[in-house]
């Protein structure tokens, strides 16, 4: 059975840090840049990092940069998001989503511009 699944996510205060977990089954995550996604209530999808499937490259949005640091561990078949100083604003659902390209370093948006989603995990940073 093919599957993502995030976790990791829970409740903490601003400043905590906190690592996010994109589980892949059923296929090799390897061959797959993968994206880390967040919305927040009343918000559209927005993207927080990701990383390219190869070489390694990533792409941070402005408001986590030098914050937030995706990872993949290719033998284990997972990805990463260790978030640092964490702030209310990053409060959302995040998301992992997979997108098999060599090319591509963040998957899109919807839901159909990616090969996999996984379903969410809520991260709540209260002041």
């Known amino acids: 059975q093919v599957n993502l699944v995030e976790s990791g996510g829970r409740v903490v205060q601003a400043g905590d840090s906190l690592t996010l977990t994109c589980a892949a089954s059923g296929f090799t995550l390897e061959y797959y840049s993968i994206g880390w996604f967040r919305q927040a209530p009343g918000k559209g999808r927005e993207v927080v990092s990701c990383i390219r499937s190869g070489d390694g490259i990533t792409y941070y949005a402005d408001s986590v940069k030098g914050r937030f640091t995706i990872s993949r561990d290719n033998a284990e078949n997972m990805a990463y998001l260790q978030m640092n100083s964490l702030k209310p604003e990053d409060t959302a659902i995040y998301y992992c989503?997979?997108?098999?390209?060599?090319?591509?370093?963040?998957?899109?948006?919807?839901?159909?511009?990616?090969?996999?989603w996984g379903r969410g995990t809520q991260v709540t940073v209260s002041s």
């Open positions: 989503a997979a997108l098999r390209s060599i090319v591509v370093v963040c998957p899109g948006t919807r839901k159909d511009e990616s090969d996999y």
